[in-house]
DNA sequence: TTGCTCCTCACGTCACGTGAGGTGGC
DNA sequence: TTGCTCCTCACGTCACGTGAGGTGGC
């Protein structure tokens, strides 16, 4: 029981903390130095140290500097449940951290296949990536991706220029008056519908999903999509005409 | 192109913001309402609106308010490298807060086999819980888990009193000054080594790591290990014995 | 005397939450 | 006139980091 002691940065050495992390402790008098020098230094004994040790490990479990002070001080503190708490708050963040790694990963992997982006583009991007997670599964995101892959990066690009044709087009017969139960209407609905299937792979799944997404958004991908939606109410009645007699 | 506009309330309501964040969102000049009414009410047109969900796409990848500001005003800001910067650190965070997770249930585990436990015994459990990690492997913890579940609860406890009863006698003979080399010194040493044993379950790779513990920590459960090291070296002496002529 | 350690303020961090005290528009 | 919304300060949060300016002990 000799009492061994140590100035403020011996202990910080021991313990691997600051001496400014130990001055905090002090200032909030969660440990405070059993003794000071004549000159005003502070001198820590080895129960000192213990507590210290003990102050290390209920951080290590999460706990807040405030807890911890009531963990050491109030034997009714109610540690066993705080540290349940803890673990659900733990596995909480984690959830929500893998949410926000996987869209990083998708981003990354929507990256990798484009050159330089200005961010206005990379911008565009991350909107298109985030509301696409509101309406598809993760396994329907994976099914897209795949399919992606399949049909290559060249094939998607002349599918986007098909897509801005046909819609230019259809604008073209919504602004002429043309009826949709005409036959050149009837037309433009089967490329529309070939190029959603192709999109879609003729997953019925992934087709709601993308219905809801263009029926809830005013904005997608930078666009308004009211005008598109007019067009799709259009051409759903082009479709309906051949059943007639 | 009427130009839609909005109070700062119902903006708030749009977005799913509060009207403070709004607020803060002006005082730092992220977004700046575009107009204000005569007596200096905020008004929002729709640009200020897609601003303003460009802001909260980047918050959701994660980036700082201040990353925010400059990604919108500065064409050479590198979004796309923060991005990757950005997932190398959840990343990161994933994996301690993995570690912290398996941590509390590691905990959570010791716990539910005890009923009540005052603070200061759960304190200690954290300590030798985090120590452990320390030196055994995922792997060999899981083995001792496993190999005490086999051996129940019951023959812990006694192996535990077992330990004290061993060493208050080891050091006994120590204080009386019994060489080591005496017969009675032998008998210990067997009882010793057939603890150490039980505990390990010969695993030598456990039997290695316990082993740099004792070595290494000076307080192992809340007790000094300095005397029992000594009563190691006692215990050591005494099996090179039966070896001589 | 020179270094190194120690001391006490005290501001800064990050993204707002939360009043306080008062005004504006239907 | 009563509610509801809006306004501008301004402090508080959490665990320290980072100087600033000065003193103490070998």
Redesign the interface.
């Known amino acids: 029981m000799a009492g061994e002691s140590w100035k403020i940065g011996e202990l910080a050495r021991r313990t691997g903390l600051s001496v400014r992390t130990l001055h905090h402790y002090d200032q909030i008098k969660l440990l405070r130095p059993s003794a000071r020098t004549a000159s005003g230094h502070r001198i820590y004994s080895s129960s000192d140290l ?1 507590r210290l ?2 102050i290390v ?2 951080r ?3 706990f807040s500097l405030q807890q911890i002070k009531r ?2 001080k ?2 009714d ?1 109610g ?2 449940e705080a ?2 708490l ?2 659900d708050r ?2 909480q ?2 959830r929500e ?2 949410k ?2 996987a ?3 998708a ?2 992997n929507t ?1 990798k296949s484009k050159k330089k ?4 583009d ?2 565009q991007i ?2 298109d990536t ?1 509301m696409h997670e509101k309406y598809f599964t993760p396994e329907q995101s994976e099914q897209i991706k795949k399919r992606a892959r399949q049909v290559g990066q060249q094939r998607i690009e002349q599918s986007q220029k098909d897509w801005q044709t046909l819609m230019s087009e259809v604008q073209t017969e919504m602004d002429k008056g043309t009826p949709p139960t005409d036959p050149r209407v009837l037309a433009l609905a089967k490329r529309w519908h070939a190029l959603v299937e192709e999109f879609t792979a003729g997953d019925p799944g992934i087709r709601d999903s993308l219905k809801t997404m263009y029926q809830t958004e005013s ?1 997608i991908h930078g666009m308004q999509i009211e005008p598109m939606r007019r067009m799709m109410s259009y051409i759903a009645k082009a479709r309906e005409v051949p059943g007639r007699p």
């Not at 982006?117 to 206005?120: M, W």
């Open positions: 213990a040790q003990q490990s209920l290590q479990v999460g963990c050491l109030d034997p503190f540690a066993a540290l349940r803890q673990l733990v596995r963040q984690i951290q893998q926000l790694r869209r990083l990963e981003l990354a990256m982006i200005s961010n206005e990379l911008i991350i909107q985030i904005v």
